[in-house]
């Protein structure tokens, strides 16, 4: 059975910090695509970040510089550093999986999903 469980979200002012993490079960964690998405009430899901199989990154031009997406085979775990976090980072953020081996980090593209982690950044 897939499952994506996320944690790690929380409340933080403005310039803090927070990781998320994706523990998924049910793939073979280093074939997959994986990423981050987020959603903010009365906004459509967007892709935040997202990694391939081979490591290859890809980031929203909102997030670059300041988010990092990176995985952990060993562990078998995703993480998502939000440093320099601003209030319109402030969304339920979403771990998702892909079986393709590469991605634009679009939605339509992932078809398993976590339960979300909800950010809020206060100014």
């Known amino acids: 059975q897939v499952q994506l469980v996320e944690s790690g979200g929380g409340s933080v002012q403005a310039g803090g910090s927070l990781r998320l993490s994706c523990a998924p079960s049910?793939?073979?964690?280093?074939?997959?695509?994986m990423g981050w998405f987020r959603q903010a009430p009365g906004k459509e899901r967007e892709g935040v970040a997202c990694?391939?199989?081979?490591?290859?990154?890809r980031y929203a031009a909102s997030v670059k510089d300041r988010f990092a997406i990176s995985q952990d085979n060993a562990k078998k775990t995703l993480y998502l550093q939000m440093n320099s976090l601003k209030p319109e980072d402030s969304a339920m953020y979403y771990c998702a999986a892909s079986r393709g081996s590469w991605s634009l980090c679009l939605v339509h593209e992932y078809t398993y999903w976590g339960q979300g982690t909800q950010v809020t950044v206060s100014a």
């Open positions: 049910g793939f073979t964690f280093s074939t997959i695509t």
């Open positions: 990694i391939n199989s081979y490591g290859g990154t």
